[in-house]
Each structure stands twice: as structure tokens, then as C-alpha cells.
């Protein structure tokens, strides 16, 4: 009696991580189908439907890998249909529809502020239609003074309407963390490798959408006293400040030599630093190049794995297991070696769930990078694509970071299908996926049964 007693809402509902899986699936068909249309090219041609589907899904999730010059092939609607994926996809397409709602009065339902709570990363509902609409007015400010500043540059190069718009495209996908330029011929900021204006305002566009929109309104409002901060924002800046300072230097030891690289001639110590920085920062998840991806040292395509695979914070424009996730995971480690049983930092303590979901996590993306790497060096083993660029690649897809050493469009059409799929998990996220499609057990009876303990060997 009880159950049928219930609201619909309980029985009928679609769980909040099935409907954001879904949600973003649906939003890929419709911009693909779009960007299919021949007024969406800059010929009039229609862009192929394998062409405009990758291009979309790399869009939505915020990527930028791309097997379509959007520059020269996609008229000026085309590109303003991308744009407008990008930010959806960077923001959440749940923002936007609580803004739509706001906009024309309607009342935001109980269900749609859950919907909305899931997407942001927030664990309560109080006040969520009012964060989300601070969250729009501070990314829209962030990006209007960032394509200002690159206004500046790009103006007096291309004229005023073309750098107007390539001003806001670029601010936009920058803050977003999605890589896309419409600079054309596959050079994305070649062209501005010793321009320190571009290069320092991307970095920055890029800092602050990849460090999540609640650590910034943490900073905003307790910004004289750190003592004061949550415990999820000082680990955020902890990591981000370790990984921008650690990144740059290897960076700049390992390419500061390379001829091809940071060490072209006519580069001076300035030029060098910049690189380093920009390097370090677009590897988590922006995806602009300043400097030809494929004449990287070995070395330095693996430091940049690894700083693909970790990527932004939680509640972000970007992607990556998280920097709190690579926190979680180190706390954990430490904890083992000094044999404590309790993870601590700032006299703080993490749950045991916590570092269990950062582990499970970590091993969900680290077995698709091996899965899909493994089946990349199957499909292009005729076509010489080295494996450190296919691993390079699909950390870059899983990552959505959007960097490329091998050149996606030379990869065969099957490759380019498994890095979509990819990038459709690095954006709805390995462990939301995973929750979206096992079914759960209701009444968590698995939960209270307990078994025997018996220990096994391991190491």
C-alpha cells in the first residue's frame, strides 16, 4: 500500500545521471544534424554526417579535436552554431534550461533543481537557481573581459569584425576549456607563440573555468582569509598550484632545447617561460596549441598525458578524473604507508568512500585509455602512428582536452568513431556513466549482509 501510495515522481522519474547522460547524447544529434545543413558550410556544401557528428560531440564535450577545419569549412552560422554548443556543453545544458525557465516565469520543479544540482557537482538544493544564474553572469563577465583583452591583438590583425568575432570564439571556447579556434589550417595559436597578450589571457581564461565555479565563489567571498575556505577548495588550489609550478618547470627543462619546439631560434627566455606555462595549463583540458604537438620529446607527450588525465576540479568547464580525485588518491596512498587508518589533511578527514570512489574512478578511466589505446594500435598498425601518440590521443579524448600529436583526421574512420564514444564518457564522466547503467540495488539489502572476513596476500 505504501508503494502505491507514492508520487509518480518517485516511480516514473529518470535518475538525475541517466538523465544528464541522455541529455547530452540528444544535444550531440541535434548540433550534429545542424552543422549537416549546407547553410552550416562556408561553400554550401553539406558537411558530411560522420564529419558533423565528431565535430559535434567534440563541441558539446568541450574538446576540440576535430577531423573538420571550422575555420575555413563552416560558414559564419555554422561556427556560431558551434559556439553555442561549446557553451552549453562547458556550462551544462540544465543551467541553461533553468535560465530559459527563469527567463519566461516558469516555476522550477523539484526534479529539475536535482537535475540541476547533479550537473553542477552540488550536494544540497537550497539556492540552486540562484547559483546558477550567479554562475552565468561571472562566466559571461569572464568571457566578455577576456575577449576584450584579446580584442586588443587581434583587431589591428584582422580588422574589426573578424576580430571581434574570432575574439569572443576563442574567449569563449578558452573559458570553457574547449580548444576550438577558427584560425584555420590546423595551426590553432602557432601564429601567436611570442604574442604574451594572447598567450596570458588564454592561460588565464583557462585557469578560471577549469577551477569550478564554486571554488571561485568561495575565493570571491572569503578571499582575505584562506583559514575560512572549505576543505574541497584548498585542495583544489593546493593541486592546481602544484601541477601550473611542477608542469611548467618540466616543460621547460624537457623542450627548452628542442629546436621544433620552445627552442626554435628567435625565442627568447620570456618566449620560453610563456610556452612552458601555456603548455602546462592547455594540457589540462583546453587543448590550444602554442606549439607543434607532433615535435614534442617523448617525454614531454607523456608529462602531458598525465596532465591530461587529471585535468580540471569538479563543477568545471573541463574534464579529467579531477584534481581533488588525484588528491583523494595520493591522501590515500599516504595514509597506507604511514599505516594510519583515517585519511587526514588540514587537520580535516575524508571519508573511506570518498577515497574508494577516487580509486574506482581513476581505474575506470585508466582501463578505457588501455582499451581504446589497444584497439587504435590494432586499426592503425599499417598506417605508422607511433603509440606514444595514439596513448597521447586517447587520454587527449578521454580527457577532453582536444590536443593532437598524430592528427585526428589522418586516423581511419573507425578510430575516429572509438575517440567519439570516448569523448562522450571523458564528458558525462566514467563513474556517472557507470551509476547511469547498473541498476542499483533499491532497498540496499546487498548493503547489510555481512560475510566472514578472510585476509588475502597482495604486493
Not at 402 to 413: Q, Y
Request: proline share 2%; aromatic share 6%; glycine share 10%.
Amino acid at each position: 500500500m505504501q508503494a502505491a501510495n507514492k508520487p509518480a515522481f518517485h516511480r516514473r522519474s529518470i535518475k538525475p545521471e541517466r538523465f544528464l547522460a541522455l541529455g547530452f547524447f540528444l544535444l550531440i544529434v541535434a548540433g550534429g544534424f545542424v552543422l549537416t545543413l549546407p547553410v552550416s558550410s562556408a561553400d554550401g556544401r553539406t558537411v558530411g554526417i560522420r564529419q558533423a557528428m565528431f565535430t559535434a560531440t567534440s563541441a558539446v564535450c568541450v574538446t576540440g579535436l576535430s577531423i573538420v577545419d571550422v575555420g575555413v569549412e563552416l560558414s559564419f552560422f555554422g561556427q556560431a552554431v558551434l559556439l553555442m554548443l561549446i557553451q552549453v556543453g562547458g556550462l551544462g545544458f540544465m543551467a541553461f534550461a533553468t535560465l530559459g525557465m527563469v527567463l519566461i516565469g516558469r516555476r522550477i520543479s523539484l526534479h529539475s533543481r536535482i537535475l540541476l544540482s547533479e550537473s553542477m557537482n552540488q550536494n544540497g538544493l537550497s539556492g540552486m537557481v540562484r547559483l546558477s544564474l550567479w554562475f552565468f553572469a561571472m562566466a559571461l563577465a569572464i568571457e566578455l573581459t577576456g575577449a576584450a583583452l584579446l580584442a586588443s591583438r587581434l583587431i589591428p590583425r584582422y580588422g574589426t569584425a573578424r576580430g571581434l568575432w574570432l575574439s569572443l570564439f576563442t574567449a569563449v571556447s578558452a573559458f570553457c576549456n574547449a580548444g576550438f579556434d577558427l584560425f584555420g589550417n590546423g595551426d590553432s595559436l602557432l601564429a601567436f607563440r611570442q604574442d604574451p597578450v594572447v598567450l596570458w589571457t588564454l592561460i588565464g581564461l583557462i585557469q578560471l573555468g577549469g577551477m569550478g565555479f564554486a571554488v571561485m565563489l568561495e575565493l570571491l567571498r572569503h578571499r582575505k582569509s584562506l583559514s575560512r575556505m572549505s576543505l574541497h577548495t584548498k585542495l583544489v588550489l593546493a593541486v592546481n598550484g602544484a601541477l601550473l609550478v611542477g608542469g611548467s618547470l618540466a616543460v621547460y627543462l624537457l623542450e627548452g632545447q628542442n629546436p621544433a619546439t620552445l627552442g626554435r631560434e628567435g625565442m627568447t627566455l620570456w618566449d620560453k617561460v610563456t610556452g612552458s606555462v601555456f603548455q602546462a595549463v592547455t594540457c589540462r583540458t583546453a587543448g590550444f596549441a602554442a606549439v607543434r604537438q607532433d615535435a614534442l620529446n617523448d617525454s614531454t607527450k607523456l608529462l602531458s598525458c598525465l596532465l591530461m588525465l587529471v585535468g580540471a576540479s569538479p563543477a568545471s568547464t573541463g574534464g579529467g578524473i579531477k584534481t581533488t580525485t588525484l588528491a583523494a588518491l595520493l591522501l590515500l596512498v599516504h595514509s597506507v604507508v604511514r599505516g594510519r587508518d583515517r585519511i587526514t589533511v588540514f587537520r580535516k578527514e575524508i571519508s573511506q568512500d570518498t577515497g574508494r570512489r577516487a580509486v574506482a574512478l581513476t581505474f575506470i578511466a585508466i582501463s578505457f585509455v588501455l582499451a581504446v589505446t589497444c584497439a587504435l594500435s590494432i586499426l592503425e598498425r599499417r598506417h605508422g602512428v607511433s603509440l606514444t601518440n595514439l596513448v597521447f590521443e586517447t587520454v587527449s579524448a578521454v580527457s577532453t582536452t582536444g590536443l593532437s600529436a598524430a592528427g585526428t583526421g589522418v586516423l581511419r574512420r573507425s578510430s575516429q568513431i572509438l575517440l567519439m564514444l570516448l569523448m562522450y564518457l571523458g564528458r558525462v564522466g566514467p563513474l556517472t556513466l557507470a551509476t547511469a547503467l547498473i541498476r542499483r540495488e533499491r532497498d540496499g539489502a546487498r548493503n547489510r549482509v555481512h560475510f566472514p572476513e578472510e585476509k588475502i596476500m597482495i604486493g
